[in-house]
């Protein structure tokens, strides 16, 4: 039996993600989902670019509140179970990387073994005894010394290690362990593409951004930043604040910076931004790339010729090794 597909289509900001993810959805019959953590608040509309066509997981989500990736997971997986059941292909597309590693590798892994912290617990044992470490795990993981006899010392030292390495009681990374186990099986039912967007040459890349920015700032940028930062309910430490372009103007608006340095500094942190992005999507395993040049058509992808001015999005997707549903 054909597994249904799932694409994935991730890239840098300012690649032109949007521009083919919709053409995708218009030539494969795809809906969106949205994998960027600025379009999931209301509110933020110019300085996350957000599009016109229809996506899921847009503006769900008050600037006050806080949305994590394992919410992500969750709000992704039910909606590609919907989109599936309907006839259509879901396409996840976006720029959050942190995202799609939840989405398609898991949750964090469990911090590996210390040994400065072990030789601690190993020297207090010494001098206590094994059941004032019981004693100590009690108080920080009750459920992992519940599970635990008081003489397995083996144990209760990588359980509290666990705990003193990452903050984390062990019980949970074993929740989300079982978690990770749940969304690998899941996945195992599609057949899943990944898509990797970028420039040919970084300077491409950094030419967008600074264009983009300015286009967003004429758009009304600082205006919309403004109303946030008026609402008084809002405070710099918030997801949605410290998103790029919001976070450099807010500190404008705070009077710890000019409007020209705010700029400045709105640019190279969204050039740091793509940066940072693009070395994730370098150790990406199973990535199908695509590269664009300066006007942001399509000049290479596997089973396409490149040519002098390449394809634009809206006729690439058909040489894509996708087959249409």
């Not at 500094?265 to 992005?277: D, E, G, H, K």
């Amino acid at each position: 039996m054909q597994r249904p597909q799932l694409i994935c289509l991730m890239g840098p900001t300012a690649s032109g993600k949007t521009d083919l993810a919709i053409a995708l959805a218009r030539e494969r019959h795809c809906e969106l989902i949205s994998v960027d953590s600025a379009l999931v608040y209301r509110g933020l509309d110019i300085g996350s670019a957000k599009p016109d066509y229809p996506h899921h997981l847009i503006d769900i989500r008050d600037p006050q509140q806080v949305y994590s990736a394992a919410e992500f997971v969750r709000d992704a997986g039910a909606l590609v179970e919907d989109i599936v059941a309907r006839g259509k292909t879901p396409l996840l597309v976006g720029g959050t990387m942190l995202y799609f590693k939840a989405f398609l590798q898991g949750l964090a892994q469990m911090p590996a073994a210390d040994a400065g912290i072990r030789a601690e617990i190993e020297a207090q044992a010494q001098a206590q005894g094994w059941a004032a470490i019981h004693k100590r795990l009690e108080q920080v993981d009750p459920e992992a010394a519940a599970r635990i006899h008081p003489h397995h010392s083996q144990r209760l030292c990588r359980a509290l290690e666990v705990y003193l390495a990452s903050g984390t009681p062990l019980s949970q990374w074993h929740r989300v362990g079982q978690a990770e186990r749940a969304q690998q099986e899941f996945l195992q039912r599609f057949d899943v593409r990944q898509i990797g967007l970028a420039p040919v040459e970084r300077r491409v890349l950094h030419e967008r951004i600074e264009r983009r920015f300015e286009n967003m700032l004429a758009a009304g940028l600082l205006e919309e930043v403004r109303t946030l930062y008026d609402r008084g309910d809002l405070h710099a430490a918030l997801p949605a604040v410290r998103a790029v372009g919001y976070r450099q103007l807010w500190e404008h608006l705070e009077g710890t910076v000019t409007f020209e340095e705010a700029v400045q500094n709105a640019v190279s942190a969204t050039r740091q931004l793509a940066r940072r992005q693009l070395t994730w999507l370098r150790k990406w395993a199973d990535l199908q790339w695509i590269m664009t040049n300066s006007e942001g058509n399509v000049v290479k992808m596997p089973g396409f010729e490149e040519y002098e001015g390449g394809l634009p999005s809206a006729l690439a997707v058909n040489y894509l090794a996708i087959p249409p549903t």
